[in-house]
């Protein structure tokens, strides 16, 4: 990539990477984005680790890439939903949200910007469609995430195999009419809640098969804390509909 094409304005497609001590893998994951052409934001919720110095000498280093500081861990969905704000007001037409962790792989990006464009809604890379693969992971660790994903398909009715995927792509005529401020959740419990909004407000979700792999360094995010939180959030959105709010 040439200088002048880093300097280049680009509205298209803004890659969205939240950060929480994620400092081993960050470098990686910046380059293999920016080697497609495709602008960076990342989110760095004061990570003690420095993940959001680098950042800064990565966005020093290349006009692609942009950090925004966040004061402490106010959670994934959050960092998603500030960074969604500022790119909507810039006029971005798609949005990816990926991990800095290393797993979700730049060779699935193009086809999963390609599927949102193509859909006009939100494009998922799924692990759980034919073609989808998960890479080092443990049995127990497989068995929560597709327990998971049966959970929201029943209780939300949701066609969608993978629900609950951190790699997607979303159109910015969706997030203007899904209405970030009623959302009802924070953490990783978000994804979910929007492929739901998605889903209900008529526009089409797709899912185009990725190779997931499990980090390499640092450790997961996800807490049974955690879990237990998206679990209550998936009721309460079907409660929600019940009582038709």
């Not at 960074?83 to 990006?109: C, K, Q, T």
């Not at 049995?139 to 939300?156: E, K, M, P, Q, T």
């Amino acid at each position: 990539m040439s200088e002048a094409d880093k300097k280049a304005p680009h509205n298209e497609v803004l890659v969205v990477l939240p950060t929480y001590n994620e400092r081993q893998n960050l470098e990686k994951v910046v380059a293999g984005v920016r080697s497609l052409g495709h602008h960076v934001l990342i989110v760095d919720d004061s990570s003690p680790d420095g993940t959001g110095e680098l950042a800064d000498q990565l966005a020093a280093a290349d006009a692609g890439v942009r950090v925004l500081h966040r004061p402490r861990k106010l959670g994934l969905g959050s960092a998603y939903q500030d960074a969604f704000r500022i790119g909507l007001a810039e006029g971005v037409a798609l949005f990816v949200e990926m991990d800095a962790d290393g797993s979700h792989l730049p060779d699935n990006l193009d086809a999963i910007i390609a599927a949102a464009r193509g859909c006009g809604g939100l494009a998922l890379g799924s692990r759980y469609v034919e073609g989808g693969e998960i890479v080092g992971w443990p049995f127990h660790r497989w068995l929560l995430s597709w327990g998971a994903n049966i959970y929201c398909r029943v209780l939300l009715g949701l066609p969608t195999r993978d629900c609950t995927s951190g790699y997607r792509c979303y159109t910015s005529d969706l997030l203007q009419h899904i209405r970030l401020d009623d959302l009802v959740s924070q953490g990783y419990s978000f994804q979910i809640e929007m492929v739901y909004r998605a889903r209900r407000l008529g526009y089409r979700v797709v899912e185009t098969p990725i190779r997931f792999e499990d980090r390499v360094a640092g450790a997961s995010k996800v807490s049974q804390g955690e879990v237990r939180r998206a679990l209550w959030t998936v009721l309460r959105l079907r409660l929600r509909r019940w009582t038709g709010k």
